[in-house]
């Protein structure tokens, strides 16, 4: 997610040569937040990655969305750790009490599954199904529905912050409280169905 919310078209006077308009991001900076559907329509809290070298409390506000995880990394992107600590803090428990085998179909990059991630796997009933690469935009789930309806969310989120605040910056207690709103009120049961749907993997479409 980047903090821009994208340009529109305004309303100035016809003698002005240099219309300008102030936003409250810099267009530039990004945080990753790993989302996580199933077939059924749920959703998991987000998980947050920062770009930093360290973790404060206050990043992840104790109000914000329930069940909500944040972690860091120098890049801010995944790294296998990170994705160590979604699996076994984050998506493990949300899948205890399912019958098992279950189903993880991930679309990030092979790098990022260790043997360790594999073993961990096994070890509670989750089996890994790593898309081919090039492939998501037609097989992953997210891609092929729900991203758009989330994007087109964001950027409206970063609009309504921006009238309201007079395009106050997005430190990072406030960008917790957007994914808040955008988890409660824009990731729905329907969108996450059709996009497995559309994808052929739920109901299987060969």
Same mark, same amino acid.
């Given at each position: 997610?980047?903090?821009?919310?994208?340009?529109?078209? *305004?309303? *100035?006077?016809?003698?002005?040569?240099?219309?300008?308009?102030?936003?409250?991001?810099?267009?530039?900076?990004h945080?990753?937040?790993?989302?996580?559907?199933s077939?059924?329509?749920?959703?998991?809290?987000?998980y947050i990655i920062?770009?930093?070298v360290?973790l404060?409390d206050?990043w992840?506000?104790k109000?914000g969305?329930?069940?909500?995880?944040?972690n860091?990394?120098?890049t801010g992107w995944v790294?296998?750790? &990170?994705?160590?600590d979604?699996?076994?803090?984050?998506?493990?428990?949300s899948?205890e009490?399912?019958?098992?085998? *279950?189903?993880?179909?991930?679309?990030?990059?092979?790098?990022?599954?260790?043997?360790?991630?594999?073993?961990?796997?096994?070890?509670?009933?989750?089996?890994l199904?790593?898309?081919?690469?090039?492939s998501t935009t037609?097989?992953?789930?997210?891609?092929?529905?729900t991203?758009t309806? *989330?994007?087109t969310?964001?950027?409206?989120?970063?609009h309504q912050?921006k009238?309201?605040t007079?395009?106050?910056? &997005?430190?990072?207690?406030?960008?917790?409280?957007?994914?808040k709103?955008l988890?409660?009120?824009?990731?729905l049961k329907s969108?996450?169905?059709?996009?497995f749907?559309?994808?052929?993997?739920?109901?299987?479409?060969?």
């Amino acid at each position: 997610f980047n903090d821009d919310p994208g340009r529109k078209q *305004v309303i *100035v006077k016809r003698s002005t040569k240099y219309p300008t308009s102030s936003h409250s991001g810099t267009g530039k900076a990004h945080t990753t937040v790993l989302m996580c559907t199933s077939a059924s329509g749920e959703c998991l809290p987000p998980y947050i990655i920062h770009k930093g070298v360290h973790l404060y409390d206050t990043w992840c506000p104790k109000n914000g969305f329930p069940g909500t995880r944040c972690n860091f990394s120098s890049t801010g992107w995944v790294e296998k750790p &990170i994705f160590y600590d979604w699996l076994s803090r984050h998506f493990l428990p949300s899948v205890e009490f399912i019958k098992k085998p *279950v189903l993880l179909i991930y679309d990030g990059h092979y790098t990022h599954i260790s043997t360790r991630i594999i073993k961990l796997a096994m070890t509670n009933g989750v089996q890994l199904e790593c898309l081919p690469p090039h492939s998501t935009t037609i097989l992953q789930p997210l891609d092929v529905v729900t991203r758009t309806k *989330v994007k087109t969310a964001w950027q409206k989120l970063l609009h309504q912050h921006k009238f309201k605040t007079n395009s106050a910056p &997005i430190d990072k207690v406030k960008f917790a409280y957007l994914i808040k709103d955008l988890w409660q009120n824009n990731l729905l049961k329907s969108p996450c169905q059709g996009g497995f749907a559309k994808a052929g993997i739920y109901p299987f479409d060969p």
